[in-house]
């Protein structure tokens, strides 16, 4: 029955909103506040942002029918560049950008034209991602909905700044950030293009003394500089000499960039070449010993200041850099040189177990190193840095630091090199290049007089880790990246030169960052809803408002009076934050692991009190378009609007959900949505043919389907609390569908006409469960079923009201598996059945069985001691008549799973003589057109031409077909 999806998405859509169904406020029911990180209104939301809505939105409706008051809202962040970039590409007639609005999202062109002003920009994507959430059917309530650039929200991240700084977690200081030196802001992922990160390190730069100039080399290791022989120089390389602040440096020229943007003065001087310096001798900062200036072509220019230091016995580049200048094959060394260069030997400096006195040179042999160009020269470089790092220990040559590990010793070292003036600092990007979204390549810049977020203070680090021992994190396999993060959170730059936001409230040349201003912003959801109704204006809120709604501070009359409220609806706002606070479930994709999902545990420990930190956090994987990753450049972006319209909601929803579990990645294609709709056209048939007659009394295949039901009901609701949503959707889609076959069949060999009492209740309880997945088609056919209530406001179906009843389980176990047997026969035999016997096992073997039972159960498998102790056992000795019983009856237990085995154990001995000629005569003449007879082995009377009758055990009788 084919179903005209949008028709049935509207209609329950305008049920829902007549009913205010998704308006939640404070009562006296316990409440789940389920959050998802809201949306950057920059163009309109694709299929893969709809994976993490739906899941928020499928909790939500699952905790409702568990009788929860679930607030689930939603906001858009306007904050930030981006939309600010995309202004001036309209401007600028950017063709490419503008083709995309009109082909591909189907903006009208009028509208574009006002895009040159952002906030017109963000507010059509608004309007676009808010009627796309209205259609897929998210019970969001609306009335609390706000953008971050609302007068209210910029008091709320007004109150916030001030009061984080107060605490000190908001410092002024001089710390690198990501740069664009285009746009001259701070960049950091949202700013990037593929939403990279600027991940950085610092270098220490060494300064050695040529005649006055300064020869400076970068490293990671200054504790080696003991053991520093030479300096390698790259002489094909164009180096500059340049004016760095009062000194003149050699550096190559992309170290001069990098320089300036480090709070330097550079002014550059003449270019000189590498290969001028080849021979000549510098002075190492720590001794009155020059170093000679040797050429070397693994050293880049693009690598630290371009020049580096030779520690040829703990460096493997360096020693084979020094074996390649001994060989006399390097033409840019002269024979004079070359004499020179013999003498030079490595200079151990550092001790560590398991490595030799030059450990460059041992591992430089063992790879097979045989150039300087050698790939294998990174991996070797790694091996023994690491290594001498965690359990290096300096050397006597090392003077004071004799004896240190160089984990420890490092930082000292760096403060004493420091203090001798030779030294300095470069900072350089470790993922370069790192693009900004305007084009332009980022760099690392030192910020001076900035304001950081001070996420590097340990007791702020500490009190967030505590927080997140105490949350939920699922899947929770994700924990430890929480753990990483925080652990190398550093100073994070918190105020921009442009773009929409908040003013920093003390220093309005600043706006607040984009990744700042959306981390406790849950809580304001509590306020937009008085502030959209007009009860509170939102011009008018002070510190002291937001200090009363979340801490209670001060007199609520005094406060009240002075923002033009009465003291009651103050006090109501404060109620209804004590109420929905805390978030008790936080949703976002993975991508906002390392920023956004971090920073908002970070500041909600830092401004609320612990009864008020986030209790959970879900992280979900992307979605990919029939096994690629979606990109425009692919051309499989799928606006999620026009994805509804063609296939309507819940199969949408439905084909996201189902393919994978949280941190998969999802796939959408074609099939799988075809699929589910032909599953959902099914059950909506189905609805149309059961109706709500009276059960009889039940007989044993209806004890079982309702037993089986009620199992359904609790597999789906422990995988729903977990979050298992692909589980669960598999549980109801699909795995009840053999189950119900079975009852059909068997129903119908009785030809019994009293099961639509019972098919409804199935379908009822299906249909329930399917609910909060696709709550269109589920009201549709909750409603064809009879109902008057709307599903979404129905119980969920924890259990269905019936106990389980393990005795018809075990029978309907023990039919099934005849039927399959006569099937496997049939199919490997051929024969067309005249005559079916059935004979079951006799009492000593069932009385076996059982004990063979009780000892699988008690974990005893071993079968020679099960043997033992059935030979032990004058009921059961028998077994030496027919010892190879024991294995195959043992084999049978081992190959059915735990449930079964203990109910049957509960059980106990059930007449299978009896159950199979009452209840499956009648199958099998349906089934084969033949009669059954049936016999215990035990029965002296018995038809038994082939002597059959012996191997029957105890729920694996034995056949005769002839
Ligand atoms: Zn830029």
Redesign the pocket.
Known sequence: MEIDWNTIDRKWQKKWLENNDHEIDSNNKEKKFITVAYPYPNSPQHIGHGRTYTIADVHSRYLRMKGFNVLFPMGFHYTGTPIL?MAKRVEANDAELIEGFKTLYKVPEDKIKEFVEPVKIADYFHEEIKSGMIEMGYSIDWRREFTTIDPAYQKFIEWQFRNLKEKNLIVQGSHPVGW?P??Q?P?SQH?TLGDVEPDFTEYIVIKFDLNGIKIPVATLRPETLFGVTNIWINPQVMYQKIKVNDEIWITSPECARKLEFLEKKIEVIEDVLGSDFVGQSAKAPHSSDSVLILPASFVKSDNGTGIVMSVPAHAPFDYQALLDSKSGKNKSINSDLLKNIQNIEPISMINTEGLGNIPAKDIVEKMGISHQDDPKLEEATKEIYSKEFYEGILGDNTKQFAGKKISEAKDEIKEWITKTGSADILLELTNSPVK?????ECVVKLLSNQWFLDYSNKDWKQKAHRCFEGMNILPNEIRSEFDKVLDWLRERACARQHGLGTKVPWDKEWLVESLADSVIYMAFYIISKYVNKKEINGNDLTDEFFDYVFYGEKDSGEIANKINITKEKLEEIRNEFLYFYPVDSRHSGRDLVPNHLTFFVLNHVALFPEENWPQEIVVNGSVLMAGKKMSKSMGNIIPLRDAVRKHGADPIRLTILISAELLQDADFNVEAINGIKNKLELMYENSTKTKAEEIPELEPEDKWILSMLQNLALNVSQSMDKIRFREALHHILYDFDSELQWYLKRTKSKQRTNISGILHKTLSSRVLMLSPFAPHIAEEIWEKLGNSELASKSAWPSSIGIEIDSKSIQTETLLKSIIDDINNILKVTKISPKKITIYTAEQWKSKAYNSILKNVLDGQTNIGTIIKSLIANKETEQIKKDPDFVKKALNDILSEPVELRKGRMNVGQIDEKQIISSELSSLVKNDYDVELSVFSESDSEKYDPKNKAKAARPFKPAILIE
């Open positions: 970039g664009c285009k746009d802001n960049v700013d900004c979204r305007c084009g332009t």
